[in-house]
Each structure stands twice: as structure tokens, then as C-alpha cells.
């Protein structure tokens, strides 16, 4: 069991405050690493979420995790948006009135690429656009960061691992280098996540949602992270994830979300969790690191 399981463990043992700052195990003096920050959607409090603007506010943040949601359009073509339909981070009611419910799938590549993205957020991003994944993880790549990918709805889109798999390889991301520490594929969906593990197995994975600690031993045949909403988590289902070794032989790890103001990320911090997924990379990163 690994530093931060034992820490977790300790304090739920000790009924104590001692782990809510990132410092050490008080008990057995293991150094415990604070949690990795992971900007959500991009850094989306302080640009419009899933867009280049927002990888590139978290890059002048200096946040090297970005998460970031993908869907698949009429024609084939990975985009990063997270709601399934368009309506409320586009101008889509205005460009296209009468293509209600304005689902994603519904529309080419092309039509998406009209849409105004940024307005909804603020006039200074008026002109953003929907990006492909291709633009995405090229952004990201620009700034020399690292990705949390989550494949969102893969029951609307048959095939998706293996398509965002091959853009990855595509853009390079499937090599040695970003397999071991850049890159991470979540979903709420285990079967999606066992197709990711068994087409690509080198590609570290996780687990959205708080599954019961009796299901983990299943999944940590194929996911390395289990990572739930932060209003589920206790000390005692982080030290009990932690006690799993996934499929690359490490220790289970928790990322949780989202996490957007000081309290919250050091209750977490205590918790043991080892990522926080935040709108606000900024205000998490200081309140873990003690700022």
C-alpha cells in the first residue's frame, strides 16, 4: 500500500485534522505528495470550457492537467464538447433554428465549426470555436501539457474508443513518453473503459464514479484510477481504493471532482485523494501546496 493509502488510514485511525495540509504522515513520517491538479474542461471558470482559450488560460496558470470532454459528430469527426447536444455553450439556436434538439450527432463537422462557442461566456471570447480533438490535443501538446480524456456518452457512438484512439496515435500521443505520464482516458462507463484497456493496455485509465469497494477487485483488472464527484468520498473509500492494485500493477489512484475553493480541496488533500479535477486550478493548486 502506497504513502497516501497510509496516511488516509491514519486519519480515519486518529480522528484527526492532521492531513488536511499536504505535508507528511505525522505517525510515520512518509512524505506524502499533494494532490495533482487537474484544470476541468480547460481552466473553465476563467475561459469558455473546452476550448483552446481554456487550455491556453490554464498554460499561463501553469496547470499541466487538462481534462476535457469528446463526442462525435453526423460525419465521423471527434469534437471536444461535453453536454450531448449544443444548446448551451453554442449560438446553434441562432445559426440553425430548425435543427431542434441540436444534438451533437446530428450535425457535420463543418456545420459545428460555424457555431460561436466563447459569447456565452463573456464578449472577450466572442469567435471561439467548437475544436476536434486533433486541434485539442494539439493545443495541449503546444504547451507541453498532459490530458485527462473523457469519452462522454460511448452508447451514442459506437466505435469511439478505437476512433479517439487512433487520433491520439495520430497526433503522436500513443508513444512511450506520453503513454507513461501524459495521458489518462476516463468514462463513466466500465465496458468503455475495458475496450480502451484491451485495444491499447499501456494507456492508463479511470473510473468516474464511486463503485462499491466490493466491485473494485473487477475493475482493477482494467482501470488504474477511480475517480468520484468529491461529495461521495470519505478517508476510509480512498484508503480502500488505494488498497487495489490496477492493471499496471500500482496502486488504484483517486482523482475527484470538482473541487473549486481552498476548504474543500485541503478536506480532500485529507481525504488522500491523489488528483483534484477544478474550474479553478489556480485557487486548488495553492490551498494543496499551502500557499
Known amino acids: 500500500m502506497h504513502a497516501r493509502a497510509v496516511a488516509a488510514m491514519a486519519t480515519a485511525l486518529l480522528g484527526t485534522a492532521a ?7 505525522a505517525g510515520a513520517g512518509i512524505a506524502v505528495e499533494p494532490p495533482t491538479v487537474i484544470a476541468h474542461r480547460g481552466a473553465s471558470a476563467y475561459a469558455p470550457e473546452n476550448t483552446l482559450a481554456a487550455v491556453d488560460k490554464a498554460a499561463e496558470l501553469g496547470v499541466d492537467w487538462i481534462e476535457n470532454d469528446v463526442q462525435r459528430t453526423r460525419d465521423g469527426e471527434l469534437v471536444v464538447i461535453h453536454d450531448d447536444n449544443l ?33 456565452w461566456f463573456g464578449p472577450a471570447y466572442a469567435g471561439a470555436r467548437v475544436p476536434t480533438l486533433e486541434q485539442y490535443v494539439g493545443r495541449v501538446e503546444h504547451h507541453h501539457q498532459k490530458l485527462l480524456l473523457e469519452i462522454k456518452n460511448p452508447d451514442l457512438y459506437p466505435g469511439i474508443e478505437q476512433q479517439t484512439l487512433k487520433v491520439l496515435d495520430n497526433e503522436g500521443w500513443l508513444d512511450r513518453q506520453h503513454v507513461a505520464d501524459r495521458l489518462i482516458v476516463q468514462s463513466f462507463s466500465a465496458e468503455s473503459l475495458r475496450t480502451v ?24 483488472t482494467f482501470a488504474d484510477q477511480i475517480n468520484p464527484s468529491y461529495g461521495s468520498l470519505s478517508t476510509s473509500y480512498v484508503a480502500a481504493v488505494h488498497a487495489f492494485s490496477g492493471p499496471h500493477g500500482r496502486p488504484l489512484e483517486v482523482f475527484t471532482w470538482t473541487v473549486n475553493d481552498a476548504d474543500t480541496a485541503r478536506l480532500v488533500t485529507g481525504y488522500g485523494v491523489d488528483g483534484i479535477i477544478t474550474n479553478k486550478p489556480d485557487v486548488v493548486r495553492d490551498a494543496v501546496h499551502g500557499v
Do not use: C, M, N, Q
Not at 441562432?94 to 435543427?99: A, H, L, M, N, S
Not at 484497456?197 to 482493477?220: I, M, Q, R, W
Open 197 to 220: 484497456h484491451d485495444l491499447e493496455p499501456g494507456v492508463k485509465t479511470g473510473l468516474l464514479g464511486t463503485p462499491d469497494v466490493s466491485d473494485l477487485p473487477g475493475y482493477a
Open 19 to 25: 492531513f488536511l495540509l499536504p505535508t507528511s504522515d
Open 87 to 119: 444548446k448551451r455553450t453554442t449560438d446553434v439556436e441562432e445559426v440553425f433554428p430548425d435543427r431542434a434538439p441540436w444534438k451533437v450527432r446530428d450535425f457535420t463537422a463543418a456545420e459545428i465549426a460555424l457555431l460561436d462557442a466563447g459569447s
